[in-house]
Protein backbone atom coordinates (compact mmCIF):
# COMPACT_ATOMS: atom_id res chain seq x y z
CA UNK A 1 0.00 0.00 0.00
CA UNK A 2 1.67 3.74 -0.95
CA UNK A 3 1.84 5.87 2.25
CA UNK A 4 3.76 8.19 3.85
CA UNK A 5 4.11 7.07 7.79
CA UNK A 6 5.32 9.46 10.40
CA UNK A 7 6.88 8.53 13.75
CA UNK A 8 5.96 9.23 16.36
CA UNK A 9 2.45 10.12 16.22
CA UNK A 10 2.21 11.63 19.99
CA UNK A 11 4.99 13.23 21.12
CA UNK A 12 5.22 14.95 24.67
CA UNK A 13 9.23 16.42 25.27
CA UNK A 14 10.60 19.74 27.70
CA UNK A 15 11.92 22.70 26.22
CA UNK A 16 15.59 21.99 24.70
CA UNK A 17 15.21 18.37 24.59
CA UNK A 18 16.45 17.06 21.28
CA UNK A 19 13.94 15.49 18.73
CA UNK A 20 13.58 13.89 15.63
CA UNK A 21 10.19 12.98 13.86
CA UNK A 22 10.47 10.95 10.79
CA UNK A 23 8.84 10.08 7.67
CA UNK A 24 9.31 7.66 4.92
CA UNK A 25 7.51 6.95 2.28
CA UNK A 26 7.52 4.23 -0.04
CA UNK A 27 6.33 5.28 -3.44
CA UNK A 28 9.94 6.56 -4.56
CA UNK A 29 8.85 10.07 -4.70
CA UNK A 30 11.85 12.84 -5.32
CA UNK A 31 9.43 15.18 -3.43
CA UNK A 32 8.95 15.50 0.09
CA UNK A 33 8.03 18.02 2.60
CA UNK A 34 6.88 18.82 5.84
CA UNK A 35 4.34 21.45 7.23
CA UNK A 36 2.80 21.82 10.44
CA UNK A 37 -0.76 22.95 10.87
CA UNK A 38 -2.07 25.79 13.64
CA UNK A 39 -5.36 26.90 14.41
CA UNK A 40 -6.17 30.01 12.86
CA UNK A 41 -3.14 30.14 10.96
CA UNK A 42 -3.75 26.79 8.53
CA UNK A 43 -0.76 24.89 6.97
CA UNK A 44 2.17 26.36 6.59
CA UNK A 45 5.59 24.69 4.89
CA UNK A 46 8.38 23.95 7.28
CA UNK A 47 11.37 22.48 4.66
CA UNK A 48 11.09 20.75 1.14
CA UNK A 49 12.89 18.76 -0.42
CA UNK A 50 13.08 18.13 -4.59
CA UNK A 51 15.63 15.12 -4.20
CA UNK A 52 18.47 13.58 -2.39
CA UNK A 53 20.95 16.35 -0.96
CA UNK A 54 17.95 18.80 -1.63
CA UNK A 55 16.73 20.73 0.25
CA UNK A 56 15.52 24.60 0.76
CA UNK A 57 12.88 26.54 2.90
CA UNK A 58 9.30 26.41 3.23
CA UNK A 59 7.41 29.79 4.59
CA UNK A 60 8.41 28.56 8.65
CA UNK A 61 12.19 27.41 8.49
CA UNK A 62 13.27 29.29 12.02
CA UNK A 63 13.91 26.36 14.79
CA UNK A 64 13.79 23.40 12.55
CA UNK A 65 16.34 21.22 10.95
CA UNK A 66 15.59 18.65 7.69
CA UNK A 67 18.37 16.23 5.79
CA UNK A 68 17.37 13.91 2.34
CA UNK A 69 20.26 11.52 2.53
CA UNK A 70 17.87 8.70 1.13
CA UNK A 71 15.23 9.07 -1.07
CA UNK A 72 12.58 7.82 1.06
CA UNK A 73 13.19 9.15 4.47
CA UNK A 74 12.97 12.85 5.12
CA UNK A 75 13.36 13.33 9.20
CA UNK A 76 12.82 16.91 10.87
CA UNK A 77 15.14 17.76 13.65
CA UNK A 78 14.36 19.92 16.24
CA UNK A 79 17.28 20.76 17.87
CA UNK A 80 16.53 23.16 21.07
CA UNK A 81 12.41 22.90 20.61
CA UNK A 82 10.48 25.40 22.49
CA UNK A 83 7.19 26.09 23.08
CA UNK A 84 5.60 27.67 20.14
CA UNK A 85 6.91 25.06 17.96
CA UNK A 86 3.78 22.67 19.77
CA UNK A 87 2.17 21.70 16.80
CA UNK A 88 0.35 19.14 14.27
CA UNK A 89 2.92 18.34 11.91
CA UNK A 90 2.73 16.71 8.35
CA UNK A 91 5.05 15.51 6.05
CA UNK A 92 3.68 15.11 2.22
CA UNK A 93 5.70 13.94 -0.78
CA UNK A 94 4.91 13.31 -4.58
CA UNK A 95 6.38 13.05 -8.09
CA UNK A 96 8.43 16.22 -9.56
CA UNK A 97 5.86 18.51 -11.21
CA UNK A 98 2.15 18.20 -11.61
CA UNK A 99 1.08 15.82 -9.40
CA UNK A 100 -0.95 14.94 -6.35
CA UNK A 101 0.58 15.11 -2.81
CA UNK A 102 0.34 12.53 -0.54
CA UNK A 103 0.46 12.70 3.34
CA UNK A 104 1.24 11.24 6.27
CA UNK A 105 -1.21 10.94 9.27
CA UNK A 106 0.06 13.58 11.49
CA UNK A 107 2.50 14.12 14.52
CA UNK A 108 1.13 15.56 17.00
CA UNK A 109 4.24 17.54 19.18
CA UNK A 110 3.36 19.53 22.89
CA UNK A 111 7.12 21.16 24.31
CA UNK A 112 6.38 22.14 27.71
CA UNK B 1 3.26 36.35 -1.33
CA UNK B 2 0.12 34.01 -2.25
CA UNK B 3 -2.84 34.11 -0.44
CA UNK B 4 -5.82 31.85 -0.44
CA UNK B 5 -8.98 32.02 1.13
CA UNK B 6 -11.40 29.45 1.92
CA UNK B 7 -15.07 30.93 2.52
CA UNK B 8 -17.47 29.86 4.30
CA UNK B 9 -14.80 28.80 7.46
CA UNK B 10 -17.73 26.54 8.42
CA UNK B 11 -21.05 24.86 7.01
CA UNK B 12 -23.68 22.41 7.93
CA UNK B 13 -25.92 21.09 5.76
CA UNK B 14 -28.95 18.69 6.03
CA UNK B 15 -27.98 15.25 4.20
CA UNK B 16 -28.88 14.76 0.43
CA UNK B 17 -28.01 18.91 -0.15
CA UNK B 18 -25.63 19.56 -3.13
CA UNK B 19 -23.00 22.05 -1.68
CA UNK B 20 -20.54 24.37 -2.74
CA UNK B 21 -17.19 24.96 -1.07
CA UNK B 22 -15.14 28.06 -2.14
CA UNK B 23 -11.54 28.88 -2.64
CA UNK B 24 -10.18 32.06 -3.92
CA UNK B 25 -6.13 32.91 -4.30
CA UNK B 26 -4.15 36.31 -5.21
CA UNK B 27 -1.76 35.52 -7.45
CA UNK B 28 -3.42 33.42 -10.21
CA UNK B 29 0.08 33.03 -11.57
CA UNK B 30 -0.46 29.03 -10.55
CA UNK B 31 0.83 25.46 -11.57
CA UNK B 32 -2.10 23.73 -10.49
CA UNK B 33 -4.62 23.64 -7.80
CA UNK B 34 -5.36 20.46 -5.00
CA UNK B 35 -8.41 20.02 -2.59
CA UNK B 36 -7.79 17.64 0.66
CA UNK B 37 -10.09 16.58 2.72
CA UNK B 38 -9.01 16.21 6.38
CA UNK B 39 -10.61 14.50 9.29
CA UNK B 40 -10.40 15.25 13.27
CA UNK B 41 -6.89 14.52 14.32
CA UNK B 42 -6.17 12.95 10.52
CA UNK B 43 -3.63 13.34 8.19
CA UNK B 44 -5.41 15.21 4.35
CA UNK B 45 -6.49 12.83 1.72
CA UNK B 46 -6.12 14.02 -1.85
CA UNK B 47 -9.48 14.82 -3.25
CA UNK B 48 -8.98 16.31 -6.73
CA UNK B 49 -5.94 18.08 -8.14
CA UNK B 50 -6.36 20.84 -11.55
CA UNK B 51 -3.87 21.75 -13.51
CA UNK B 52 -3.64 24.95 -14.08
CA UNK B 53 -4.41 24.18 -18.10
CA UNK B 54 -7.82 22.46 -16.98
CA UNK B 55 -11.20 23.73 -16.40
CA UNK B 56 -12.54 20.91 -14.01
CA UNK B 57 -12.19 17.50 -12.24
CA UNK B 58 -14.49 14.98 -11.37
CA UNK B 59 -14.51 11.75 -9.25
CA UNK B 60 -17.70 10.68 -8.05
CA UNK B 61 -20.01 12.81 -6.31
CA UNK B 62 -17.29 15.06 -6.40
CA UNK B 63 -16.77 18.25 -9.05
CA UNK B 64 -14.28 20.93 -8.90
CA UNK B 65 -13.56 23.66 -11.02
CA UNK B 66 -10.79 26.52 -11.72
CA UNK B 67 -10.81 29.73 -12.96
CA UNK B 68 -7.77 30.95 -12.99
CA UNK B 69 -7.89 34.59 -13.71
CA UNK B 70 -10.35 35.12 -11.49
CA UNK B 71 -8.74 33.20 -8.91
CA UNK B 72 -11.05 30.90 -7.96
CA UNK B 73 -12.04 27.39 -7.81
CA UNK B 74 -15.07 25.46 -6.26
CA UNK B 75 -15.42 22.21 -4.52
CA UNK B 76 -18.94 20.87 -5.48
CA UNK B 77 -20.65 18.12 -4.02
CA UNK B 78 -23.37 15.98 -4.94
CA UNK B 79 -26.37 14.65 -2.90
CA UNK B 80 -24.04 15.32 0.44
CA UNK B 81 -23.54 12.21 3.05
CA UNK B 82 -22.78 12.16 6.96
CA UNK B 83 -19.73 10.42 5.62
CA UNK B 84 -18.28 13.78 3.79
CA UNK B 85 -18.52 15.69 7.33
CA UNK B 86 -14.97 16.68 7.20
CA UNK B 87 -12.62 19.88 7.15
CA UNK B 88 -11.83 20.55 3.06
CA UNK B 89 -8.93 22.20 1.93
CA UNK B 90 -7.81 23.75 -1.24
CA UNK B 91 -4.04 24.53 -1.87
CA UNK B 92 -2.29 25.86 -5.10
CA UNK B 93 1.18 25.68 -5.94
CA UNK B 94 2.84 28.09 -7.92
CA UNK B 95 4.52 28.62 -11.17
CA UNK B 96 7.47 30.08 -10.10
CA UNK B 97 8.54 27.37 -7.27
CA UNK B 98 7.05 23.81 -7.53
CA UNK B 99 8.03 23.37 -4.29
CA UNK B 100 6.29 25.39 -2.62
CA UNK B 101 2.23 25.37 -1.95
CA UNK B 102 0.05 27.93 -0.23
CA UNK B 103 -3.16 25.98 2.15
CA UNK B 104 -6.16 28.17 2.91
CA UNK B 105 -7.43 27.58 6.04
CA UNK B 106 -10.62 25.01 5.36
CA UNK B 107 -13.71 24.85 5.71
CA UNK B 108 -15.19 22.35 7.85
CA UNK B 109 -18.54 21.11 6.70
CA UNK B 110 -21.29 18.67 8.44
CA UNK B 111 -23.72 16.78 6.99
CA UNK B 112 -26.49 16.21 9.42
CA UNK B 113 -28.65 12.89 9.03
Known amino acids: EAQVTQNPRYLITVTGKKLTVTCSQNMNHEYMSWYRQDPGLGLRQIYY???????DKGDVPEGYKVSRKEKRNFPLILESPSPNQTSLYFC???????????FGQGTRLTVV | KQEVTQIPAALSVPEGENLVLNCSFTDSAIYNLQWFRQDPGKGLTSLLLIQSSQREQTSGRLNASLDKSSGRSTLYIAASQPGDSATYLCAVRPNTNAGKSTFGDGTTLTVKP
Open chain 1, 49 to 55: SMNVEVT
Open chain 1, 92 to 102: ASRYPGGTEAF
